[in-house]
C-alpha cells in the first residue's frame, strides 16, 4: 500500500462515523424538536379543558353583545343601550377568569413554542450546515410534495 492509499483509507472510516454522527445529532434534534411540538400541543388543550366552562360562557356573552348591538341599530332604544353596557361589564369579568384560568399555563407553553421556533430557525439550519446541506430557498413545490398534498386533498 503506498502512504496516499493508506491515508484515504484511514480517512474514509473517520469521514463517516463522523457523518454518521451528523446525522444521527440531527436526527435526534428533529425528534426533540416534534417532542417540544407534541408536548406544546397536549399542554394546549390541558389548558383549553381547565378553562372551557369559563370560555363557553364568555363566548356566550358576546354574542348576547352581538345580537345586542344588531337590535340597537335596527331599533335604538335605552334598554338595549343598557342591556349592552351591562353584557360589556360581563364580558371584561368573564375574559379575567379566563385570563387567571390560562396564566399557570402560559409561562410553560411560551418556553415550549420558544424551543420549537430556536430549532427551525437556528439549529435546524445550522445542523444540515454541518452536514454539507445548506439551507437554499424554494419557490415551487417537487412533485412528491404536489402529488402528497392532491392524495391528502383528495381524502378530505
Known amino acids: 500500500m503506498t502512504p496516499k492509499q493508506t491515508q484515504e483509507s484511514v480517512t474514509q472510516p473517520k469521514t463517516e462515523a463522523g457523518e454518521l454522527n451528523l446525522l444521527r445529532g440531527f ?6 424538536r416534534y417532542g417540544f411540538n407534541a408536548g406544546r400541543r397536549l399542554k394546549q388543550q390541558e389548558m383549553n379543558k381547565a378553562v372551557e366552562k369559563d370560555a363557553e360562557k364568555l363566548r356566550e356573552s358576546k354574542k348576547t353583545e352581538r345580537t345586542a348591538i344588531e337590535d340597537y341599530i335596527e331599533k335604538p332604544s335605552e334598554a338595549i343601550k343598557t342591556k349592552i353596557a351591562e353584557t360589556r361589564k360581563t364580558i371584561k369579568a368573564q375574559s379575567t377568569v379566563v385570563a387567571d384560568g390560562r396564566k399557570p399555563f402560559k409561562e410553560s407553553l411560551s418556553n415550549l413554542s420558544k424551543a420549537v421556533r430556536y430549532i427551525d430557525s437556528v439549529a435546524a439550519p445550522d445542523s444540515l450546515k454541518e452536514c454539507g446541506k445548506p439551507i437554499v430557498p424554494m419557490f415551487s413545490l417537487p412533485d412528491w410534495v ?8 383528495q381524502k378530505k
Open 146 to 153: 404536489k402529488k402528497a398534498l392532491e392524495t391528502q386533498k
Open 27 to 32: 436526527r435526534d434534534l428533529m425528534a426533540e
